[in-house]
């Protein structure tokens, strides 16, 4: 008796799902090579750090259609992928009541940025909102002092965790310490205290920078995962011309980029993140800044 009947598992269908997958991009790669123009647009985007498998799916359809021979349109359609698998938050005209924690790892100017987000939130904005600092980095050394220098510069007081039930303050900023995961059931139980006992919504933003590597950005948020962010906040864009890990990393992420912090100067080289702003400066374009 054949095994017509034999269910399948699991583990077969991933493997026949693997089989096509692969003939998709032999297929597509075959396909390419006879079109020099299409392969010379792939060479473009690979240069700039994309993975070739998936920019060569893209483009292998367009073979054989009018695009095919028009490098402005085969650049535009890629741009134009990419814009769609980019999700970035526009900042709110009117911010409600809220608790912004800023967490990530170590040296990426997590402090910095929440002197930023003060001046921003405190000054620049149609509405001026009144901001508390609270620092919850009691491990590296000379984090307090800094945190006072801006709060001193700005008129921004920085408050105990008693001053949180008050509801007194429009925005609260949280500067916290640079992880590894040993400090993720402090976090949660601040989290904890802020939902049960104030008015305050929580704002959970990773910082990361745009210099690292897609792997290190990856393990940095599976650090932090379990916490459920809310977004992504980019440092350093002006120490790299290269950003096409960060782009990898958020199509695979599929979380959105709120701000990002083109450079040291406070409060001005914080940008609102735009679809525009990272596909320039992707492209490396002159006027991305």
């Known amino acids: 008796m054949k095994n017509k009947d034999k269910p399948v598992t699991v583990e077969e269908i991933q493997v026949l799902r693997n089989e096509i997958l692969l003939m998709h991009e032999s297929l597509a790669k075959d396909v390419i090579s006879h079109a020099p123009l299409v392969k010379k647009v792939v060479d ?8 070739r498998k998936w920019v060569e799916k893209l483009l292998a359809p367009l ?3 009018s695009f095919e021979e028009d490098e402005v349109m085969l650049v ?8 769609s ?5 526009e900042e709110a005209k009117k911010l409600d009541k809220r608790v912004h924690i800023i967490v990530g790892g170590t040296g990426i100017g997590k402090t910095s940025l929440v002197g930023k987000l003060g001046a921003r939130y405190a000054y620049l904005l149609d509405k001026a909102y009144k901001v508390a600092f609270f620092n919850f980095d009691h491990h590296k050394v000379g984090a307090i002092e800094q945190l006072e220098h801006y709060a001193d510069a700005m008129d921004i007081p920085i408050i105990s965790l008693e001053d949180f039930v008050d509801n007194e303050y429009d925005i609260i900023l949280v500067d916290t310490a640079g992880s590894t995961g040993d400090n993720l059931d402090e976090l949660d139980s601040l989290m904890k205290i802020i939902s049960d006992s104030t008015l305050y919504n ?21 650090i932090y995962k379990a916490l459920e962010i809310n977004s992504f906040i980019f440092t350093k864009l002006d120490e790299t011309y290269d950003i096409s890990d ?35 400066k992707f492209m490396n374009e002159e006027d991305s800044e």
Do not use: H
Not at 250 to 276: C, F
């Open 44 to 51: 473009i985007f690979v240069d700039k750090g994309l993975d």
């Open 63 to 65: 073979v054989g259609s």
């Open 76 to 83: 535009a359609y890629l741009l134009e992928e990419l814009d």
């Open 85 to 89: 698998l980019l999700t970035v938050n």
């Open 202 to 222: 929580i704002e959970l933003s990773l910082v990361l920078s745009a210099t690292s590597r897609v792997k290190d950005l990856n393990r940095i948020y599976n």
């Open 246 to 280: 960060m782009i990898t990393f958020l199509i695979e992420n599929e979380k959105p980029v709120t701000y990002l912090s083109i450079g040291q100067e406070i409060p001005e080289d914080l940008i609102v993140a735009t679809k525009e702003y990272l596909l320039n």
